[in-house]
Nanobody
Framework: QVRLAVSGGGSVQAGGSLRLSCAASGYSSGFACMGWFRQGQGKEREEVATIDLHGTTRYADSVKGRFTISKDGAKNTTFLQMDSLKPEDAAMYYC??????????????????RGQGTQVTVSS
């Protein structure tokens, strides 16, 4: 059974940083794509960043230049380094992954595996 364990959320002041981790277990091959999504209160879930098997990354315009997605392919783990956090970044953050035949879809619902959320709170 594939499981994505998410950690690293918390509360910071605006301008601060957090680092999220998503560690997969139960899957021996590399994922075609791993991604981060978020859902703020009263908002729809949105894509934050994705990284594919080759290390190609994609970011939402709202986080470009501030967030960095990376991965440890050998461990099927992805990280989201979040710098210069803004109050509008506050949300529940989710990790998702697609098997090695998948793709970096923009919608979290298209991903085969999804982890639990971790709350990020940013105070002004």
């Amino acid at each position: 059974q594939v499981r994505l364990a998410v950690s690293g959320g918390g509360s910071v002041q605006a301008g601060g940083s957090l680092r999220l981790s998503c560690a997969a277990s139960g899957y021996s091959s590399g994922f075609a794509c791993m991604g981060w999504f978020r859902q703020g209160q009263g908002k729809e879930r949105e894509e934050v960043a994705t990284i594919d098997l080759h290390g190609t990354t994609r970011y939402a315009d709202s986080v470009k230049g501030r967030f960095t997605i990376s991965k440890d392919g050998a461990k099927n783990t992805t990280f989201l380094q979040m710098d210069s956090l803004k109050p509008e970044d506050a949300a529940m953050y989710y990790c998702a992954a697609n098997p090695n035949y998948g793709y970096c879809y923009r919608a979290a619902s298209e991903y085969t595996y999804r982890g639990q959320g971790t709350q990020v709170t940013v105070s002004s």
